[in-house]
């Protein structure tokens, strides 16, 4: 089985010519098209600032080795469950930090997506899966970054704090537009040339930017007031980031805080992450590799959830610590689970029949389980949820009508979430 | 390819034992060779009885938690121990109509112990496990007798040196440590550091098997040598150690990447290792191999794939492997008849050196 990986050679180092080449390139293909068919709830919207903390484990995180355990029975594993703050609710001893924020969280147990598939995967559980109408849906990140604005910081919208190399990733924005795609930040670092360079004086750069203007003026008078707006938005991006630079200084952080997140390179980068999201950015993803455990799964588990379990509980104390809990969607999940069934290669494959997503923050319950599965954790019991049913939910957590709210493609109106899917009422505040 | 050796150990089927739906880790032959031992993911010991006709199945052992992750046979009495990986060590009558615990420790570790050795003469327990410790135990009554210092990770390993007086263990990250059991103080390390990588967050590898020779002049350690985490490949390796002078003997390497881990092996009296691997489903198989030969002189069957473990009868004619059912892998719904179904582990019983 191949693994995917994200990185792909068109996404490579981020350097400022590349931000700014990238997302000129996207305005001339025809920028923020999508709109929304209704303005003034877009305004209302982007006043309250919520926020969203996308955490991304590329692959599938086992739910029997985390939020769904089913120990002592055929494919419970060797591990044991552990007493959650919650009564009654119990998850993996692996994740022993979290067990202990539990009240504070909402867990669904009753996914059942419908790929088992790397390819189809990603795509597919990012984007909501909506029903086809010949465009290209957003990721989450994009529609995120669409449906609540920048903010007032300044910052791009949409921040991927990844390993490996960073980039301006336009293909998660779909029919958005370019401008809404994610500004990957490799390893977490800043793009590369970002600064000035030291033997470009200050006056020659300003000179430069004023050329660069006339230029754009003249380039704007023959084309759509779009296009204008991104090249306006790609140097805006760029000269706050320059302004930024201290959130990239991690010699400015504690090092009591990088060992609550971990000495690890996911610890670090949810660190990173979180010092993103407290500088205003709408939509932070952090991405893990690596989770795809069709062999040795329980020693690999062993390593790999306690290291996400001490991160993520670091994030959701500081952002209750930070008073950001009530306006944040902190989210965790995969491509898929992994199966009951354990291969000769002590491993479990790929399994969108039955598995878990952890969140919590603004417009949840805390504290609760939505949906289960049965004894031996093969099938949903009850009510199955599609990643539809998970878009709608979030949406709703941050007080966007999925039902209400529609994309404007250039005059077609599309849903946000998939028409026949609905929230998952139970963990909505 | 060794044509005497060959010719005198070639192992021959006698028979496939299974317990349907359930998955195997474990083999073991009691010393007076009248049984056989399985364990593995159902939390239960089997026991068959070895006679001239079909091994009969005898009732099986409960009591454990999670899955038997240790089991291992007194060498003089009828008594067996076993552990979990929940932490759980006990005793048992292995002849036993129905066996009842001689004794058990509930908590000898906290979670997961990955394996269990018995002293040469019976005496003494050492178990380690994920919570980095390892215990040594009194094997008559299950008092702890000594714990080392504890590790910040697991250890996978633990084998006593044929003369008694010392223990080797081995680590997620390939250090093997002689440590002597009269004060418990490292002795010297062995680099088996080849077992272990970093892939991206994951700790891959760790040293899954130690062993001596019978006169303890070698040291065997087994793993793989990681390329990747994820799904896990990696060459499935083994390092012989002169045990008096430290050096490593041979790097034997047992299979293609996708083979994996070398989950045991024992060290023949002739002087050949004989190990079971298991990688990428349909993978891993049963090796005989001669150190310094270029290629193992015998190799088991396709039918035998994915094997964990393997156990030389006391007369020494026999072996026992424990290998994985045929498509034990797949994505999405792999059902029958409308049935989701779990894999099972058959356990080949052959003769060495029938003709």
Not at chain 1, 328 to 354: Q, V, Y
Not at chain 2, 302 to 329: D, E, F, I, W, Y
Request: proline share 6%; with cysteine; glycine share 12%.
């Amino acid at each position: 089985m191949k693994s995917s990986s994200l990185c792909k050679p068109w996404e490579h180092r981020l350097s400022r010519r590349q931000v700014l080449g990238g997302l000129a390139g996207a305005a001339a293909a025809g920028l923020g098209l999508g709109s929304l068919t209704q303005p003034l709830l877009a305004e209302q919207l982007k006043k309250q600032h919520k926020q969203v903390i996308f955490v991304w484990l590329d692959g599938g995180l086992s739910q029997l080795e985390s939020w769904d355990p089913k120990p002592g029975t055929q494919f419970g594993g060797p591990f044991r469950a552990i007493q959650t703050s919650v009564p009654g609710l119990h998850i993996s001893e692996l994740m022993p930090q979290m067990a202990k924020r539990m009240h504070h969280l909402t867990l669904v147990r009753s996914l059942c997506t419908k790929d088992n598939s790397h390819s189809a995967g990603v795509a597919r559980i990012q984007r909501g899966d909506p029903k086809n109408r010949g465009v290209t849906y957003p990721y989450f990140g994009s529609a995120v970054a669409k449906l609540l604005g920048p903010g007032d910081s300044g910052l791009p919208p949409y921040i991927w704090v990844k390993p490996g190399s960073g980039g301006f990733v336009d293909k998660d924005a779909g029919f958005l537009g370019a401008k809404y795609g994610a500004l990957a930040l490799g390893d977490g670092k800043p793009p590369e040339n970002l600064l000035r360079h030291p033997e470009l004086s200050q006056r020659d750069d300003e000179e430069r930017n004023e050329l660069r203007r006339m230029i754009n003026q003249r380039y704007a008078a023959r084309r759509r007031p779009q296009s204008n707006e991104a090249n306006s938005y790609v140097y805006d991006v760029a000269s706050v980031l320059m302004e930024r630079m201290d959130l990239f200084d991690e010699g400015q952080v504690p090092d009591k805080e990088w060992d609550r997140y971990g000495r690890t390179e996911f610890g670090r980068h949810m660190l990173i992450g979180r010092r993103f999201a407290e500088a205003g950015v709408t939509f932070v993803k952090i991405n893990s590799y690596g989770w795809d455990t069709h062999g040795d799964n329980f020693n690999g588990h062993l390593s790999l959830v306690p290291k996400v379990d001490q991160a993520l509980a670091a994030m959701v104390d500081d952002l209750i610590d930070r008073g950001m809990w009530d306006n944040t969607l902190l989210i965790m999940m995969s491509e898929f689970g992994r199966t009951p069934r354990i291969n000769g290669h002590i491993g479990r494959d790929h399994w969108p029949e039955a598995w878990s997503v952890v969140m919590g923050g603004t417009g949840l319950k805390q504290g609760v389980v939505a949906g289960q599965t049965n004894k031996e954790g093969t099938w949903v019991e009850g009510d199955e949820h599609d990643i539809g049913h998970v878009f709608h939910t979030w949406f709703r957590a941050l007080g966007i009508d999925p039902h209400r709210v529609e994309y404007d493609n250039a005059g077609q109106p599309l849903p946000i979430a998939h028409d026949d899917c609905h929230e998952i009422q139970e963990v909505l505040a | 390819m060794n044509e005497s050796l060959l010719e005198r150990y070639r192992p021959k089927e006698q028979t496939v034992l299974s317990v349907p739906e359930t998955q195997m880790m474990l083999a073991r032959f009691s010393s007076d060779g009248q049984l056989l031992l399985t364990a593995g993911f159902d939390g239960q010991v089997h026991r068959w009885r070895l006679g001239e006709g079909e091994p009969a199945a005898l009732k099986a052992v409960a009591g454990h938690g999670g899955w038997v992750t240790g089991l291992v046979c007194h060498p003089k009495q009828s008594v067996a121990y076993s552990a979990d990986s929940w932490g759980k060590l006990q005793a048992w009558d292995s002849s036993a109509e129905e066996p009842k615990p001689a004794w058990t420790v509930q908590q000898a570790h906290d979670g997961w112990i990955q394996c269990l050795a018995i002293s040469p003469d019976g005496s003494l327990l050492a178990t380690c496990g994920n919570d980095g410790c390892v215990r040594i135990w009194n094997a008559a009554d299950g008092k702890p007798v000594r714990e080392l210092p504890r590790r910040p990770h697991a250890v996978y390993s633990v084998a006593f040196h044929p003369a008694g007086e010392r223990i080797v263990w081995g680590d997620l990250f390939g250090q093997v440590v002689e440590t002597n059991l009269a004060d418990g103080k490292e002795v010297r390390t062995f680099d088996a550091g080849m077992f272990y990588s970093l892939s991206r967050l994951q700790d891959v590898g760790g040293v899954r098997c130690l062993t001596f020779d019978r006169n303890g002049k070698t040291l065997a350690a087994s793993g793989t040598v990681p390329s990747g985490g994820g799904t896990v490949q990696g060459e499935p390796t083994v390092l012989l150690f002169d045990w008096d002078s430290g050096k490593q003997l041979h790097k034997l390497t047992l299979g293609a990447k996708n083979e994996c881990f070398v989950h045991e092996m024992m060290l023949h009296d002739e002087g050949f290792v004989i190990a079971v691997t298991s990688g990428t489903p349909g993978n891993g198989r049963l090796s005989f191999t001669k150190p310094g030969d270029e290629k193992p002189f015998f190799v088991g069957p396709n039918s035998m794939q994915n094997c964990h473990s393997v156990a030389l009868h006391p007369g020494g004619k026999r072996l026992a492997v424990v290998s994985t059912s045929r498509g034990s892998n797949g994505n999405g719904r792999p059902l029958k008849d409308g049935k989701y179904l779990g894999n099972h582990s058959p356990i080949t019983l052959m003769e060495l050196g029938a003709a």
